[in-house]
């Protein structure tokens, strides 16, 4: 096991008062907007931060806490999968135990019949298995194993490889390929070997009530919010440990998560994961690299990545607000954390806050480039 890795991301570095103005004033307009009551935006590059803000409350109500880039904890939904699960495959593949070119029934055997034998690991990560992109299991039962057996049993929409279709049940599938191939629940292999080998102190899965007051909630329940509960009802009915959503974090841990992946699997001089790895998991495979997807705006005119990354960057985005963009080839990353799906005023707030994303990470680039 890697050694645990304590370090902060670095401090920010001095800059122009008013070098990041632009990129604030869009946070705040989607507050304003009435898009989300907070959020939190950290800028950074490989060896420090550039800019790490709050903003707004934790709920519409002006009492509550300025959310913290240090210490306010997030529901990251399906940053889930990039930061816990991709990561503990990747832990997996190094350690020999997994090979991204297997069938995936060659871990799970209960995934099989049909077109099922021919989906590899490499699949699942690249959105390319053939499965439907969301399957409400939480309506069907109230049992883990349940969940688990219509899991495996989901028929195929499309032959293996053929179609690129996100979904949400590539990563249950490799949550639970994680546990059966390690032997330990998905959050315990992925804090033991990723989240605190980088460092991330405060990231897991599950939040005690104790962590209330410093994490933003996601929802409301008979006008009372609702925190420190996952949003996503499949990740819910799976214990709220799952390989698509669950996993909770602050900004200040992702902006570490953000640089080790700069770093080739570095950070501070520690070596997390070996260079090769993280070189694996980055091949393109059309619009998603393994985990990521390509910040590829000739796709997306509103993409939630802007217009103006170069074409090495990729990144992630999740229901409940939040976003993370890497870019080796400006050495930047953004972080923008926000907790959208508590309470909007706006309609179709999903949408609304992608252009409020596109927007921030033109504005981003623009001032890390300086005058």
Same mark, same amino acid.
């Given at each position: 096991?890697?050694?645990?890795?304590?370090?902060?991301?670095?401090?920010?570095?001095? /800059?122009? !008062?008013?070098?990041?103005?632009? /990129?604030?004033?869009?946070?705040?307009?989607?507050?304003?907007?009435?898009?989300?009551?907070? !959020?939190?935006?950290?800028?950074?590059?490989?060896?420090?931060?550039?800019?790490? &803000?709050?903003?707004?409350?934790?709920?519409?109500?002006?009492?509550?806490?300025? @959310?913290?880039?240090?210490?306010?904890?997030?529901?990251?939904?399906?940053?889930?999968?990039?930061?816990?699960?991709?990561?503990?495959?990747?832990?997996?593949?190094? *350690?020999?135990? $997994?090979?991204?070119?297997?069938?995936?029934?060659?871990?799970?055997?209960?995934?099989?019949?049909?077109?099922?034998?021919?989906?590899?690991?490499?699949?699942?990560?690249?959105?390319?298995?053939?499965?439907?992109?969301?399957? @409400?299991?939480?309506?069907?039962?109230? $049992?883990?194993?349940?969940?688990?057996?219509? +899991?495996?049993?989901?028929?195929?929409?499309?032959?293996?490889?053929?179609?690129?279709?996100?979904?949400?049940?590539?990563?249950? +599938?490799?949550?639970?390929?994680?546990?059966?191939?390690?032997?330990?629940?998905?959050?315990?292999?992925?804090?033991?070997?990723?989240?605190?080998?980088?460092?991330?102190?405060?990231?897991?899965?599950?939040?005690?009530? !104790?962590?209330?007051? &410093?994490?933003?909630?996601?929802?409301?329940?008979?006008?009372?919010?609702?925190?420190?509960?996952?949003?996503?009802? #499949?990740?819910?009915?799976?214990?709220?440990?799952?390989?698509?959503?669950?996993?909770?974090?602050?900004?200040?841990?992702?902006?570490?998560? /953000? *640089?080790?992946?700069?770093?080739?699997?570095? +950070?501070?001089?520690?070596?997390?994961? *070996?260079?090769?790895?993280?070189?694996?998991?980055?091949?393109? !495979?059309?619009?998603?690299?393994?985990?990521?997807?390509?910040? #590829?705006?000739?796709? &997306? +005119?509103?993409?939630?990545?802007? *217009?103006?990354?170069?074409?090495?960057?990729?990144?992630?985005?999740?229901?409940?607000?939040?976003?993370?963009?890497?870019?080796?080839?400006?050495?930047?990353?953004?972080?923008?954390?926000? #907790?959208?799906?508590?309470?909007?005023?706006?309609?179709?707030?999903?949408?609304?806050?992608?252009?409020?994303?596109?927007?921030?990470?033109?504005?981003?680039?623009? /001032?890390?480039?300086?005058?």
């Amino acid at each position: 096991m890697p050694a645990l890795l304590l370090l902060t991301a670095g401090p920010v570095r001095p /800059a122009a !008062a008013q070098q990041f103005s632009t /990129a604030d004033s869009i946070v705040e307009s989607g507050i304003r907007r009435g898009i989300y009551p907070g !959020a939190v935006l950290v800028v950074g590059r490989r060896d420090g931060l550039l800019h790490a &803000h709050g903003f707004g409350h934790l709920t519409w109500g002006p009492s509550t806490p300025v @959310p913290s880039p240090d210490s306010t904890r997030w529901d990251l939904a399906s940053l889930t999968k990039v930061v816990a699960t991709t990561g503990a495959v990747m832990r997996l593949v190094e *350690q020999g135990r $997994v090979d991204l070119d297997a069938p995936v029934r060659h871990y799970l055997p209960r995934f099989d019949g049909a077109d099922r034998d021919q989906v590899t690991v490499r699949l699942l990560l690249e959105h390319r298995s053939g499965l439907p992109s969301y399957v @409400p299991f939480f309506k069907q039962t109230a $049992v883990r194993d349940t969940g688990i057996a219509l +899991l495996y049993h989901t028929p195929l929409r499309h032959p293996p490889g053929v179609v690129t279709e996100y979904s949400d049940l590539n990563f249950l +599938l490799l949550g639970l390929l994680v546990e059966v191939v390690s032997g330990v629940p998905l959050d315990q292999f992925a804090e033991r070997e990723v989240l605190l080998p980088a460092g991330m102190a405060h990231t897991g899965f599950r939040p005690g009530l !104790a962590q209330r007051d &410093h994490t933003a909630p996601t929802g409301r329940w008979h006008g009372r919010p609702v925190c420190c509960v996952v949003n996503d009802q #499949n990740a819910a009915l799976f214990g709220g440990v799952a390989g698509h959503a669950g996993l909770f974090a602050t900004a200040q841990d992702l902006a570490r998560f /953000a *640089q080790l992946w700069l770093g080739l699997g570095s +950070l501070s001089g520690r070596v997390v994961f *070996q260079a090769s790895t993280v070189r694996d998991f980055l091949k393109p !495979a059309g619009d998603w690299l393994q985990g990521w997807e390509r910040a #590829n705006p000739d796709h &997306h +005119l509103d993409s939630a990545f802007g *217009q103006l990354l170069s074409d090495q960057a990729y990144g992630h985005t999740g229901w409940t607000g939040t976003l993370l963009w890497i870019d080796p080839g400006r050495d930047l990353f953004m972080v923008f954390l926000t #907790n959208r799906s508590y309470d909007p005023r706006v309609p179709d707030s999903i949408r609304a806050l992608r252009g409020v994303r596109g927007a921030l990470a033109d504005a981003v680039v623009r /001032a890390a480039a300086g005058p």
